[in-house]
């Protein structure tokens, strides 16, 4: 028989029972619901971990450096790895670092030593700029006052412990205003009033003039996001990155640059971050700036290990979601062998017309196989409710204790394939007994049952 | 008769059953043969093997011994999917309780064994019309069979049974639910079936007098054993 008579005689089969098969299908939707409903919230809560792990920007940066740099803190100079010469990292380095696939921005680590002045008292303190980009990391969740109004704005936050330092009322510090006193590079010769950090190319060595701004507090934050990593120590003045790169203040590898004499005299950078598109991509990233002469630093392995861990946390809610897809099975299992009983007749009949033992196993094969997608189509809406419906009461929990609310559960496109495929192939499974014991039911008795 | 070859050939058949310990002989060591284009009665009473034996010609069952030699083949020695085949396409049936299927029209009863006989679906309403009209019910063919008096649900099965054109018809008492001038309708039915299409008919019935008047031969049967073939007046006429 062909598949779309088999089908046709299946759909009219399946609906002359319909209560029942309803509710046998209804019990598939409910094993798949649920299993939908587990493995979503895993997926959601990994995507969730993944996302703030990405804002963090611990886990999808690399930090670039040139070979031989003093800023090895104790590691290993890692000269084997390749053999081209240290290259400086300037302008040409940033935009080649820019240019690479998979990456999402690179930007400079601005970081300097100097002295703050507020109301006439010096205070000393480490100041970092800021890429725009961390705006949105989870970092500055939580922040008193505000972030940066732009990319170049003359404003500052400030990290709560120094904060704290400057006023014993931090959130009254936000809208005051603080001065900034560093030392600015000028190259020499130079023709005095350039202001362009690529400009700097006429000779030999740079003299140091002392500067003043005075930046506007914005917001103090409670700590600084990604601290201490790719930095040289806890910054506890953040700043808006342009605004910082403008300043062209003296930084650690000026002094280095010049004692070596080097080829550049361009500005360099002591460090370059590097942005990936997601950690995942990482790895490949961080071998590629590695060939181009660069050293590279990453921390891979924590968001190996937490991989990991989710992947055991969604066979355990997928083990759970499966439980309640078993007991699904046997519904079917016992629907069918019931619809065995009652249509013995019918299976007589459809033999003594000429069906093959094959199309009377494959008839019942389809109904299981129909039960089970239908089944399977409700389950992933149904799974899909229940995840909606627990991100709902989670976020009405989370507004209580006055935390942002969370996206807990995720449906991804593959998650509903494969709960369709796994609700269909569970029920063929559920069929084969069945559907084998309809085929080999013998016509002659089958006839006679009354 | 013009072809010398008979339509079903039947060799030392036996069915044997086991009911537990003891062992029913249903039909035993049966021989004769049915020629194309005869309407055959199979009498005897209840118990007799005259169903065995039909069941066996009709390729629902298989022998213990002997051979039954149909359309060319021996049924005994075909493969389960060719014994289907055979059901589908060399013999059709009707039974004592017609066996349609109470929730399809009779378009679609008539249509099942299309179905199952993979005919080309562009086809298939054209031959269920011309079944139905053999049987003069295609103006009622949307109807369900519980729609139907039991003489027309015996016309229905009818057409069901000759919608894929088979040589040959195996009715299993198919006046047995019927009262008797429905019975006599029937009949007359299959001798049209026989004389307009040529077919060959075996009929299973109880009811002698009926089957003098209708069929060609009379095959009885008592304990399994097949005790006489006779030509009747209709038979001998021809």
């Given at each position: ?450 | ?104 029209t009779l378009e679609e009863?008539v249509e099942?064994?299309l ?8 086809e298939r309403p054209g031959r269920v019309r011309e079944a139905l009209e053999h049987v003069r019910l295609s103006h009622r063919i949307g ?13 229905v099965?009818?057409a069901r049974?000759l919608v ?75």
């Amino acid at each position: 028989m062909r598949y779309q008579d088999l089908t046709d005689l299946a759909l009219r089969n399946l609906r002359e029972a319909i209560l029942r098969n309803a509710l046998t299908t209804l019990g598939v939707a409910v094993g798949v619901a649920s299993l939908v409903a587990m493995l979503s919230l895993g997926v959601g809560l990994q995507q969730l971990a993944s996302k703030r792990l990405s804002q963090s920007g611990l886990f999808d940066t690399i930090l670039v450096t040139t070979k031989n740099t003093f800023r090895g803190m104790g590691r290993p100079q890692r000269e084997a790895e390749s053999t081209k010469p240290p290259r400086p990292l300037d302008e040409d380095a940033r935009h080649e670092l820019e240019n690479l696939p998979n990456v999402i921005e690179v930007y400079p680590q601005v970081r300097f030593y100097t002295e703050v002045r507020f109301n006439d008292k010096p205070y000393a303190t480490v100041v970092a700029g800021m890429p725009d980009s961390s705006r949105n990391s989870g970092g500055f969740d939580g922040m008193q006052g505000s972030f940066f109004s732009s990319a170049t704005a003359d404003e500052a936050i400030l990290q709560i412990e120094f904060a704290k330092e400057l006023s014993s009322n931090p959130n009254s510090l936000v809208g005051q205003f603080i001065t900034l006193r560093y030392a600015e590079r000028q190259a020499i010769p130079a023709s005095g009033g350039d202001t362009s950090a690529n400009a700097a190319d006429a000779g030999g060595g740079f003299s140091v003039v002392p500067k003043e701004l005075r930046l506007k507090i914005v917001g103090v934050v409670e700590t600084e996001p990604a601290a201490g990593y790719g930095g040289i120590g806890n910054a506890r003045l953040l700043m808006p990155l342009d605004t910082a790169s403008t300043l062209r203040a003296a930084q650690v590898n000026d002094l280095r640059d010049i004692v070596r004499g080097s080829s550049s005299t361009k500005v360099t950078y002591p460090s370059l971050s590097v942005r990936a598109k997601s950690p995942s991509q990482v790895e490949t990233l961080e071998a590629t700036i590695k060939d181009l002469g660069f050293n590279a630093f990453s921390l891979l392995d924590a968001s190996k290990s937490l991989r990991t861990f989710f992947s055991v946390f969604d066979l355990l809610l997928g083990i759970f979601g499966s439980l309640a897809l078993a007991v699904a099975t046997l519904g079917i299992v016992n629907t069918l062998v019931m619809a065995i009983l009652e249509r013995r007749r019918e299976i007589g009949v459809l033999k003594a017309l000429g069906a093959a033992d094959s199309d009377v196993q494959r008839l019942f094969f389809v109904e299981a196989g129909v039960m089970g997608f239908f089944g399977g189509i409700f389950g992933v809406a149904f799974g899909w409710l229940l995840g909606r419906a627990i991100t709902f009461g989670t976020n009405v929990y989370l507004k209580r204790q006055n935390l942002n609310p969370i996206d807990l559960s995720s449906v991804p496109w593959w998650l509903v394939i494969l709960a369709l495929v796994f609700a269909v192939a569970v029920s063929l499974i559920a069929g084969l007994y069945p559907a084998s014991r309809a085929a080999k039911l013998n016509p002659v008795d089958a006839l006679r049952y009354e | 008769m013009p072809d010398t070859q008979p339509a079903v050939q039947l060799d030392h058949i036996s069915r044997h059953y086991h009911m537990g310990e003891t062992r029913v002989r249903a039909v035993d060591d049966v021989s004769f043969s049915v020629t194309p284009g005869e309407y055959l009665a199979l009498l005897g009473s209840s118990g007799s093997g005259k169903s065995t034996l039909l069941n066996l010609m009709a390729g629902l069952d298989r022998p213990t011994a002997g051979s039954i030699v149909a359309n060319g083949a021996d049924l005994a020695a075909l493969s389960p999917l060719d014994l289907a085949r055979y059901r589908r396409n060399t013999v059709g049936m009707i039974f004592q309780s017609f066996n349609l299927l109470p929730r399809m029209t009779l378009e679609e009863n008539v249509e099942l064994p299309l179905r199952l006989a993979e005919v080309e679906r562009a086809e298939r309403p054209g031959r269920v019309r011309e079944a139905l009209e053999h049987v003069r019910l295609s103006h009622r063919i949307g109807h369900r069979p519980s729609e139907l008096s039991g003489g027309e649900q015996q016309r229905v099965a009818i057409a069901r049974a000759l919608v894929n054109r088979p040589k040959i018809l195996l009715a299993d008492e198919p006046t047995g639910n019927l009262d008797s001038a429905t019975g006599e309708t029937i009949l007359s039915l299959l001798r049209g079936l026989q004389t307009q299409l040529g077919m060959t008919i075996v009929m299973v019935t109880h009811e002698r007098p009926l089957a003098e008047r209708f069929a060609n031969r009379l095959a009885t049967m008592g304990d399994g054993k097949l005790l006489s073939v006779v030509e009747t007046t209709r038979g001998a006429a021809q």
